[in-house]
């Protein structure tokens, strides 16, 4: 039994020092269960096509490609923020938009508990010219990171307004995150 215990504390500490691993990086971090303690449902993710796929993973990053609001019944959130869709609208339209992300992540690591750090978003609006409420509308987004990952899925992040977006989606969002291995 002494042996073991010391076998392991042995293997902890090689893989601390060279950089492998830490006893921290070696435990789950809940974040799947935290996920059903908040109610928040993800889907099979988007769909890749032709011309290009929802997530990227090279090396410990993952790349995730512009995402829109998808509503729950289907179809996706449409409108101008500030014209066509209220303020809230616009923040639920950004959350809708991080769970699409989400989904799509899961849908390629097979568990959340693999994030590690979300590193960037970034995160466009569908607005009239003198709009400025970009970086609220995007909180929508980031009170979802930061409800589930903690202070690990507070970004560095962009919010930006756009004349237009793909099939008049209310926003995109484009997100980088690291992983756990």
């Known amino acids: 039994m002494k042996a ?7 293997v902890l ?14 435990e789950s971090p809940g974040y799947e269960a935290k996920l059903k303690e908040l109610g928040i449902e993800l889907t099979t993710g988007a769909k890749p096509n032709n011309h290009f796929v929802p997530v990227v ?5 993952a790349f995730l490609s512009g ?7 289907g179809g996706a959130v449409q409108g101008k923020v500030g014209k066509d869709l209220t303020f809230e609208e616009g923040y639920e339209a950004a959350r809708l938009t991080m769970i699409a992300l989400l989904s799509s992540l899961k849908n390629e690591i097979g ?3 693999r994030v590690k750090r979300v590193v960037k978003v970034h995160g466009m609006v569908n607005c009239p010219t003198d ?4 970086p609220a509308i995007m909180n929508g987004a980031t009170a ?3 409800s589930i990952f903690g202070d690990m899925g ?5 919010a930006v307004g756009m004349g237009s977006l793909p099939n008049d989606i209310a926003v995109e969002i484009e997100m980088i995150v690291e992983l756990r291995p």
Do not use: M
């Open 57 to 61: 993973v090279t090396g410990n990053l």
């Open 13 to 26: 500490s090689v893989l601390f020092l060279f950089g492998c691993a830490t006893v921290r990086e070696l």
């Open 131 to 134: 709009f400025t409420q970009q």
């Open 144 to 146: 979802v990171l930061t």
């Open 67 to 73: 995402h829109g609001p998808r509503k729950p019944e």
């Open 154 to 158: 507070k970004p560095a992040r962009a």
């Open 111 to 113: 568990s959340l508990d």
């Open 4 to 10: 073991t215990a010391l076998l392991l504390t042995f």
